[in-house]
């Protein structure tokens, strides 16, 4: 007996185009994760009870840097609020290489002395229910 012959009907299986797709994918992935580059100075600080943490970052391109403050307040245990946060610091490098924070008594005001290492250094009030908003 012989086997039969197949003729090839020009199909393509399944496998041959669905593991190459998924390698170019996650190529193009690994390359807009990687290219996109994260904050040259990013910082975090939690109060002394815990309820409420500050973050700042900056980004410094050749000519300008862009910073941010997020407030976060913990309302229960598995919520929490997150506020945008006006800072008004206008230095075209990084400065916030060293903080040094200083929570209010009450934890509605904060002082962060910062400096860029070398020559620059200030200290930036922030009072969270001024300072501190929603975009809508």
Known sequence: MTPERIEPDGSMSLWLFLVPAFGVVAGIMAIIWYGIPGPDNEHR???????????????????????????????????????????????????????????????KKMSVGYSDGEAVSAILQIDFAQSCHTDS
């Open 45 to 107: 600080f939690v109060s002394p009870s815990g309820k409420y943490a500050l973050e700042l970052a900056e980004l410094c391109g050749e000519f300008t840097c862009d910073r941010i403050a997020i407030y976060e307040e913990t309302i229960t245990s598995n919520e929490k609020i997150r506020l945008g946060c006006d800072i008004n610091v206008e230095d075209d490098h990084p400065v916030f290489v060293s903080i040094t924070p200083v929570w209010s008594t009450d934890e």
